[in-house]
């Protein structure tokens, strides 16, 4: 199974793709996920994201459809995956759709989480997340137990540096005027299912699954 998770920062889709690659047993790929760590490990490719990321703008088309490449070579994916937060941008939709005719593949899906703008700022300031293994949690709806530390590993959390609230601002236009237009993309070929990202965690996974079965 292949699917593409689309929706605006914070609509969920990092906390519901790990929920969907568990169930399905297929990978998640999160092209901030393989910037964040680029950009720990001090890499070329890290440093020169870093100044789009901190402003919450897009890292160019050309650097994320070669990361990408690169991921798509890997035999873990043959099983499938779900892509987390690309594509963003026509171009790289283009570019996707190439790869994929390259390997002779099609897509399953293109989830649409819909959240409205209020509700994503009041999440997105609120989230911290594993600086270990990556989960998240929101201070107002999903708490760690220990303030400030990871429930499943005792690691620190840490606070996104773009999930202040100018960053998520300038992010949301973004997502508006860069990626909503994917939905336009994907609408022709019949793939688009739009899904309620309100309401609790599990009520929403419940939403994907049964869209997903
Ligand atoms: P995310 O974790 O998906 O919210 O991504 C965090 C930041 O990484 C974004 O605000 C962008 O600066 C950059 N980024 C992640 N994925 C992409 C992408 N597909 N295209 C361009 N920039 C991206």
């Known amino acids: ?13 990092g906390t519901q793709a790990k929920m969907i690659v568990k169930d399905f047993q297929i ?3 999160s092209t901030g996920d393989l910037l964040r ?25 050309s650097v994320i459809l070669g990361m990408v490449a690169e991921e798509f070579k890997k035999p873990e994916l043959e099983p499938g995956y779900i892509l987390d937060g690309f594509p963003r941008t026509c171009p790289q939709a283009d570019g996707l759709d190439q790869l ?19 509700e994503l700022v009041r999440r997105l300031t609120a989230r911290r997340s594993c600086s270990e293994c990556g989960h998240i949690y929101n201070l107002v709806f999903n708490p760690p137990q220990k303030d ?3 429930d499943h590993d005792g690691s620190p959390l840490i606070h996104r540096s773009d999930d ?23 609408d022709p070929q019949g ?11 599990q009520d929403i996974y419940n939403r994907i699954l049964a869209v997903l079965k």
């Open 27 to 29: 990978k998640q790929l």
């Open 148 to 150: 400030g530390i990871c």
């Open 164 to 186: 202040t609230e100018a960053t998520v601002v300038n992010r949301l236009a973004v997502y508006k005027k860069q990626t909503e237009p994917l939905i336009d993309h994907y």
């Open 37 to 61: 760590e680029n950009r720990k490990q001090g890499t070329d490719l890290g440093k020169e994201a870093q100044k789009f990321m901190d402003a919450g703008d897009l890292v160019p088309d």
């Open 191 to 201: 793939l688009v299912r739009h899904i309620d990202g309100t309401g609790n965690v």
């Open 100 to 118: 994929l005719k390259d390997q002779n593949l099609n897509l399953d899906h293109v989830l649409v989480l819909e959240v409205p703008d209020s």
């Open 1 to 13: 199974m292949r699917i593409i998770l689309l929706g605006p920062p914070g609509a969920g889709k």
